[in-house]
């Protein structure tokens, strides 16, 4: 069974650019999370999307927001990129009664 | 919503010593606590779960503890391994159990010294 994948691995952006991070959810996995995690930190809740609707967002200003299309993959749009957005960016996804399971994660560098 | 804590923040055992991170969680709805485990720069992986049926689960060296009355678990790991460094996280879902979204705890950074 193919787990979550998530693409690109790296980016390397400037300050003010825009970057759309993308999510493939484990087959049957209606539900995709994304987390930020700054180096050395914690998981911070980003964004949750079940079922094409977004069902809960975290502590994040409105330039973070995504989508979920109809095959349940995910976007992260992140505009008016800030230095301190320099962090791995985590997608999850989850099954009815399943456990959550990560992607290997999007590494986000800002100049 | 829940709030979940976890301690210690760090903690350092020498090679085939025991460690115990504990972590307590707010909503007594809550009825499913995994662990996962991240290595230095992968992903988190889930190690361990344990659901408000049981009070203790069992997966060779790790095991982990619950005692739902005090809103309470901890992650056991005997004989620790130099291959156990990594930062932990304890969860629980806000509401009910698998299948629902996760509030993490702050980690644990756990070195384990030859």
């Known amino acids: 069974e193919a787990g979550v994948t998530q693409s690109p691995t790296h980016l390397i952006k400037t300050r003010g650019q825009q970057v759309t991070l993308r999510c493939s959810p484990i087959?049957?996995?209606?539900?995709v999370y994304w987390y930020q995690q700054a180096l050395g930190l914690g998981l911070q809740f980003l964004l949750w999307y079940d079922e094409g609707e977004e069902r809960n967002r975290g502590n994040f200003p409105p330039r973070f927001s995504g989508r979920q299309f109809p095959n349940y993959s995910s976007e992260l749009n992140v505009n008016a990129l800030e230095l301190e957005d320099s962090a791995l960016y985590l997608c999850?996804?989850?099954?009815?009664?399943?456990?959550?399971?990560f992607g290997d994660g999007t590494r986000l560098s800002i100049l | 919503g829940e709030n979940v804590e976890q301690h210690p923040s760090t903690l350092s055992v020498q090679e085939g010593d025991s460690a115990v991170i504990k972590c307590t969680y707010s909503d007594s709805a809550s009825n499913y606590f995994p662990w996962y485990k991240q290595e230095l720069g992968k992903r988190p992986q889930l190690i361990i779960d344990i659901r408000s049926n049981v009070g203790e689960k069992k997966d060779q060296r790790i095991a982990v503890t619950l005692n739902k009355t005090a809103k309470h678990f901890s992650l056991h790991i005997t004989e620790t391994q130099p291959e156990d460094s990594a930062v932990y996280f304890c969860a629980a879902p806000p509401w009910g159990g698998a299948g629902n979204m996760l509030t993490f705890g702050g980690g644990t950074r756990l070195m384990v010294k030859p």
């Open positions: 087959s049957g996995h209606t539900s």
């Open positions: 999850a996804s989850l099954g009815l009664n399943q456990p959550q399971h």
